[in-house]
């Protein structure tokens, strides 16, 4: 089954790249329909145009978020999409926003990425903090967003190792390396179907 993917980026695009890349060699069945970015300057804008797939810029700056969600619900509309993809989106999604996501099974279709294993360091700067506090083992989780931030039901984790000469850098360039190839793996669990394992954590019986 091929489901239909929108993303929401704020920066550099390299996850939206990674899927991009695996739906193109045929990992990841999947339509990239259209991406989403807050900030004009955003890498990923040009990532997806390069692969041919639409990109629209819906500024956030000098608009309440409210209004800026209104103007990106606005441009999904048409797009009947299956799952929104948060592939480094920085912003906070209101609960009117994950409404329109509502699935019936009792969860949000929309997934995000962040480089550490929840619940520790959730937020902006998830390498940083785990590299300051001095973590030996960090990971990446990928989830279903709920009301919370960085929060929602886990769909995988993985952890990297931090080793004792690492710098910020390399320690970062380990967890990416993870975020490219665990993302269009659990996107493709997805596009199989295999939600049998949402339906029976999430759904009151
Ligand atoms: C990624 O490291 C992603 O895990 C992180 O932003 C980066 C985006 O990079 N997301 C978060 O921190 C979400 N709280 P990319 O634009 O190159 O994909």
Known sequence: MSINLGFMCSGRG???RAILEAIAEGRLDAHPAIVISNDPMAKALSVAKESGVRAVCIPSTGLSRGDHEQKVLEVLETEALDFLVLAGYMRILSETFLREFKDPRGFYR??????????????????????????KVSGITIHL???????????????????????????????????HKLFPEVLQILAQGQLSFLTRELVQP
């Open 145 to 179: 967003v709920d009301e919370k931030i960085d929060h929602g039901f886990i769909l995988a984790q993985e952890a990297f190792p931090r080793y004792d000469d690492d710098t910020l850098a390399t320690f970062k360039a380990r967890g990416l390396a993870v975020e």
């Open 14 to 16: 390299s996850n939206l």
């Open 110 to 135: 929309i997934v995000n990425i962040h480089p550490s294993l929840l619940p520790a360091f959730p937020g902006k700067s998830a390498y940083e903090e785990a590299f300051n506090y001095g973590v």
